[in-house]
Nanobody
Framework: VQLVESGGGSEQAGGSLRLSCAPS????????MGWFRQTPGKEREGVAA????????YYADSVKGRFTVSQDNAKKTLYLQMNSLKPEDTAMYYC???????????????????WGQGTQVTVS
């Protein structure tokens, strides 16, 4: 599985950005997908994820109410709508995918085998 991210960039505080992650092949089944972010010198942290059945979504406390994760039903493309951006949201954002053993693993980087190349988000 290959993941291709897009949509990062620079934005002012209070603004919005939308990230996309397209899986290849797109007809993957029973995969959960998530967004992580990382800043230099810090561990990669889970931001949001969607369970394979698309029945549940998960968010880090720091982004609840501001970020929304969603997935295109047909092509499995994963999105992260980021509103009310803050300077502390500045990071490299990564998309991840795998068949998780349980939803409680959503924020654990080690639970995912497949990763995108990352896209930079800078908020000033």
């Amino acid at each position: 599985v290959q993941l291709v991210e897009s949509g990062g960039g620079s934005e002012q505080a209070g603004g919005s950005l939308r990230l996309s992650c397209a899986p290849s092949p797109w007809h993957i089944t029973n995969y959960s997908m998530g967004w992580f972010r990382q800043t230099p010198g810090k561990e990669r942290e889970g931001v949001a994820a969607i369970w394979s059945s698309r029945s549940s979504t998960y968010y880090a406390d720091s982004v609840k109410g501001r970020f929304t994760v969603s997935q295109d039903n047909a092509k499995k493309t994963l999105y992260l709508q980021m509103n009310s951006l803050k300077p502390e949201d500045t990071a490299m954002y990564y998309c991840a995918a795998d068949r998780l053993l349980g939803s409680w693993f959503w924020a654990s980087p080690s639970a995912y085998r497949y990763w995108g190349q990352g896209t930079q988000v800078t908020v000033s």
